[in-house]
């Protein structure tokens, strides 16, 4: 069975600082990652996601995130905090091709300090 | 637009009367599935379907009832709601397994008195 903890449930930053998401799973087969955002009253959506094409992985917003499987993880970073960043961060696995069954972390809600 | 479409957004409603949260996706997506999102919890699977008349239980599913007659519709349903299942809840389909995206509908927010 797969899973994923997300590292603090909260973090805070100040606008134009990195932000660093932490993500680490466990997999008995090589997953697939992905992280979603949530926006304040809407659904989640892709940021990005990782297939094994390449361990660093860019996404919409400037976020990017690097897989390390020696590490088992997927930290999700931006170089410069924006305010619109403001908001709640999910990591997600799914245990490789052919399985529907996507798992997500508990989440990490991001605020942005001006 | 690709969509899925939840209705209602918001509802109050009172233990034990019987309610459906509807739930449509236009993508011609085979998975569905439904999520509920608690504080703190995150977000945890109740059912899912891979294709029509096809559906099993995810990680919560006491006290809520499938169907998918239909490949678009998958809607959720409480036969006699409680205090507890008051939540948010998100209806997702993915076209397939593995690497593909899974999509959001924009939740609908339930509370039960």
């Known amino acids: 069975a797969q899973s994923v903890t997300q590292l603090g449930s909260h973090v805070s930053v100040s606008e134009g600082a990195l932000v660093l998401l932490r993500c680490n799973y466990s997999s008995s087969v090589p997953p697939y990652l992905f992280w979603y955002v949530q926006y304040p009253n809407q659904g989640l959506q892709l940021l990005l996601k990782?297939?094994?094409?390449?361990?660093l992985v860019k996404g919409i917003n400037g976020f990017e995130a690097e897989f390390k499987k020696s590490e088992t993880s997927f930290h999700l970073t931006k170089p410069s905090a924006h305010m619109s960043d403001a908001a709640e961060y999910f990591c997600?696995?799914?245990?490789?091709?052919?399985?529907?069954?996507?798992?997500f972390g508990k989440g990490t809600k991001l605020s942005v300090i001006p | 637009e690709a969509q899925v479409t939840q209705n209602p957004r918001y509802l109050i409603t009172v233990t034990g009367k019987k309610l459906t949260v509807t739930c449509s996706q236009n993508m011609n997506h085979e998975y569905m599935s439904w999520y509920r999102q608690d504080p703190g919890l995150g977000l945890r699977q109740i059912y899912y379907s891979m294709n029509v008349e096809v559906t099993d239980k995810g990680d919560v599913p006491e006290g809520y009832k499938v169907s998918r007659k239909e490949k678009r519709n998958f809607p959720l349903i409480l036969e006699s709601p409680s205090p507890n299942q008051t939540s948010l809840y998100f209806c997702?389909?993915?076209?397939?397994?593995?690497?593909?995206?899974?999509?959001f509908g924009q939740g609908t927010r339930l509370t039960v008195v």
């Open positions: 997600a696995v799914s245990p490789g091709a052919g399985s529907y069954q996507l798992t």
């Open positions: 997702a389909s993915r076209p397939g397994g593995g690497n593909t995206e899974a999509f």
């Open positions: 990782y297939t094994s094409a390449a361990t």
